[in-house]
């Protein structure tokens, strides 16, 4: 069957090593990367400001990745975003551009099907004056390979 031919579901598991470009005044206990993952509408993560932030994914196992879902804080999106993939030790690959709103709504972003074992989302030209990005969910929908 090919990549992304069966059910989707959230491929971040707890095994899932996540890394951030920045977390705001380095307050992780109330802005952490754990926030992106933890379904919580309360907690989120945000970072501190710069040109571009950014989430690296590395899964304990091959994943199809299928769709993207991120829900930002009106005012701490991006304009435009960029995901990468890679297997092993290879160097990461660009898979696909995607253009968030700037609001409040979980955003859906197709995904050309890829086999990665590595991840990473780059937000780019945020909407606030100083570049932080106010993430409250973080999905990646796929499948194990």
Same mark, same amino acid.
Request: some cysteine; glycine content about 8%.
């Given at each position: 069957?090919?990549?992304?031919?069966?059910?989707?579901?959230?491929?971040?598991?707890?095994?899932?090593?996540?890394?951030v470009?920045?977390v705001?005044?380095?307050?992780?206990?109330?802005?952490?990367?754990k926030?992106?993952?933890?379904?919580d509408?309360?907690?989120?993560?945000n970072?501190?400001?710069g040109?571009?932030?950014?989430?690296?994914? $590395?899964?304990?196992?091959? /994943?199809? /990745?299928?769709?993207?879902?991120?829900?930002?804080?009106?005012?701490?999106?991006?304009?435009?975003?960029?995901?990468?993939?890679?297997?092993?030790?290879?160097?990461?690959?660009?898979?696909v551009?995607f253009?968030?709103?700037?609001?409040?709504?979980?955003?859906?972003?197709?995904?050309?099907?890829?086999? /990665?074992?590595?991840?990473?989302?780059?937000? $780019?030209?945020a909407?606030?004056?100083?570049?932080?990005?106010?993430?409250?969910?973080?999905?990646?929908?796929?499948?194990?390979?």
């Open positions: 069957m090919p990549c992304g031919a069966q059910m989707t579901h959230s491929l971040v598991c707890p095994d899932t090593v996540s890394r470009s920045s705001l005044n380095r307050n992780t206990r109330q802005f952490g990367k926030h992106l993952f933890d379904q509408e309360e907690t989120c993560w970072s501190d400001q040109p571009s932030q950014w989430v690296i994914l $590395e899964f304990p196992h091959r /994943v199809c /990745v299928s769709q993207l879902q991120i829900q930002f804080q009106g005012g701490f999106s991006s304009r435009r975003g960029c995901l990468e993939g890679s297997q092993g030790s290879e160097a990461l690959g660009k898979i551009d253009y968030p709103e700037d609001n409040n709504s979980l955003q859906t972003f197709p995904v050309p099907a890829a086999d /990665v074992d590595r991840l990473k989302v780059t937000f $780019e030209d909407t606030d004056f100083f570049g932080r990005v106010v993430i409250y969910h973080l999905r990646v929908l796929g499948e194990k390979v």
